[in-house]
């Protein structure tokens, strides 16, 4: 009897314990199957791979450079939710993959990238290496040739992905998502949800 009682009792304490489900404002995208592995060379030269920010919530957004409204839209989004996180923010790490590699230099990342905020890092790599990345991320990229001194753009997927401290990816972030909704979520990831 006494067993059956305390094996009911810890029943119990297990499910009052027990954390309730995390709801997202962002879609969740825990489980996914893709978006596991990136590794490209960074504006400063260096080689980056997703491990390298563990402990860190990781934003991936695909884009580029001449990108006439979404890329620098969305850049600047995710720089005021960094000060929106304050303190916070210096455990986030933006992370800029160009699908334009053949225009977008290091030296261009370089020009471009910071000036939204200088913690985000831009990567390229050559035109395997990003249609690789694409790939793994289903991320949607096709050159559309234009008129002008431009001479094409890119038709690009534009949301971002973000990755939680422990280097799982968990949110799709809409372009249309807000500062606030943004920040919400990555507020979650940081406390372990």
């Known amino acids: 009897m006494k067993r059956r009682l305390f094996l009911a009792l810890s029943a119990t304490t297990l499910l009052a314990c027990k954390r309730p489900p995390v709801t997202f404002r ?10 596991r ?5 960074d504006h400063l030269g ?15 957004f695909f884009g580029y450079t001449s ?15 960094m000060k929106t996180l304050g303190g916070d923010a210096e455990r986030v790490q933006v992370l800029f993959v160009t699908v334009d590699p053949e225009r977008d230099s290091a030296d261009r990342l ?4 910071p000036w939204f905020n200088p913690t985000f ?4 790599g050559d035109a395997e290496q990003i249609k690789a990345a694409t790939q793994e991320f289903r991320v949607f990229a096709a050159r559309k040739p234009v ?26 972030v809409k372009d249309t998502s807000s500062v606030d909704d943004i920040t919400a979520d990555i507020r979650l990831l940081l406390l372990g949800n």
């Open 26 to 35: 962002n879609t969740d995208l825990t489980g996914a199957t893709f978006g």
């Open 147 to 172: 008129e002008g001194e431009l001479g094409y753009v890119i038709d690009h997927s534009t949301g971002a992905y973000v990755f939680d401290p422990a280097g799982r990816l968990r949110l799709y």
């Open 67 to 81: 990108c006439p409204d979404i890329c620098p839209t969305m850049l600047a989004r995710l720089s005021d939710v």
């Open 46 to 60: 260096q080689q980056r791979s997703l491990t390298d920010f563990q402990g860190k919530a990781t934003v991936v």
């Open 110 to 113: 370089k020009d471009f990238v």
């Open 37 to 41: 592995q990136l590794t490209l060379v």
């Open 121 to 124: 890092l831009g990567l390229r």
